[in-house]
C-alpha cells in the first residue's frame, strides 16, 4: 500500500497538470529596425499576437492584437515597434492556428540576441 501512495503523487510530478493548453513553440520573427514581421510567406496567416518586455520591474505589455482573431498575411503581417535597448522581450503570437513564442535581448549597443532555444 505504502508503494501505490507513493507511484501516484510521483506520476502527477513527472507528467505535469494535464489538460493544460499546450505550450507555445519557440520560432523566431523576423526583425529589422523598428519593423516586425510574423511571417513573409503570403500564404501564412497571423491568428494575434502580443509583445511583452522585462521593463521596470514587471513584464509590460506594449503590443497586442489581443486574442482576439486576426487574420493577417505578408506584407500586412508586419508592424512598427518602437524597441528600447537594453531589455528582454517576448512575443507571442498565432500563426496558421498554432502558437509561437519569440524570446530576445536588446542591448544596450541594439543587438539583438535570440534567447529561448533558438
Same mark, same amino acid.
Given at each position: 500500500?505504502? #508503494? !501505490? #501512495?507513493?507511484?501516484? /503523487?510521483?506520476? *502527477?510530478? =513527472?507528467?505535469?497538470?494535464?489538460?493544460?493548453?499546450? $505550450? @507555445?513553440? @519557440?520560432? @523566431?520573427? *523576423?526583425?529589422?529596425?523598428?519593423?516586425?514581421? *510574423?511571417?513573409? %510567406?503570403?500564404? %501564412?496567416?497571423?491568428? &494575434? &499576437? #502580443? !509583445?511583452?518586455?522585462?521593463?521596470? /520591474? %514587471?513584464?509590460t505589455?506594449?503590443?497586442? $492584437?489581443?486574442?482576439?482573431?486576426?487574420?493577417? $498575411?505578408?506584407?500586412?503581417?508586419c508592424?512598427?515597434?518602437?524597441?528600447?535597448?537594453?531589455?528582454?522581450?517576448?512575443?507571442?503570437?498565432?500563426?496558421?492556428?498554432?502558437? &509561437?513564442?519569440?524570446? *530576445?535581448? !536588446? %542591448?544596450?549597443?541594439g543587438?539583438? #540576441?535570440?534567447?529561448?532555444? =533558438?
Amino acid at each position: 500500500m505504502k #508503494t !501505490i #501512495t507513493l507511484i501516484i /503523487p510521483l506520476c *502527477f510530478l =513527472l507528467t505535469g497538470c494535464p489538460g493544460g493548453p499546450p $505550450s @507555445a513553440d @519557440a520560432r @523566431a520573427t *523576423f526583425i529589422e529596425g523598428d519593423h516586425i514581421c *510574423f511571417s513573409i %510567406d503570403k500564404k %501564412d496567416s497571423v491568428n &494575434y &499576437y #502580443t !509583445i511583452d518586455s522585462s521593463k521596470g /520591474p %514587471d513584464i509590460t505589455t506594449i503590443v497586442s $492584437s489581443g486574442h482576439n482573431k486576426i487574420n493577417m $498575411s505578408y506584407p500586412d503581417s508586419c508592424i512598427k515597434v518602437k524597441w528600447e535597448y537594453g531589455y528582454t522581450y517576448v512575443i507571442s503570437y498565432g500563426l496558421n492556428g498554432k502558437s &509561437y513564442e519569440h524570446e *530576445f535581448f !536588446i %542591448d544596450n549597443d541594439g543587438q539583438l #540576441t535570440n534567447l529561448g532555444g =533558438l
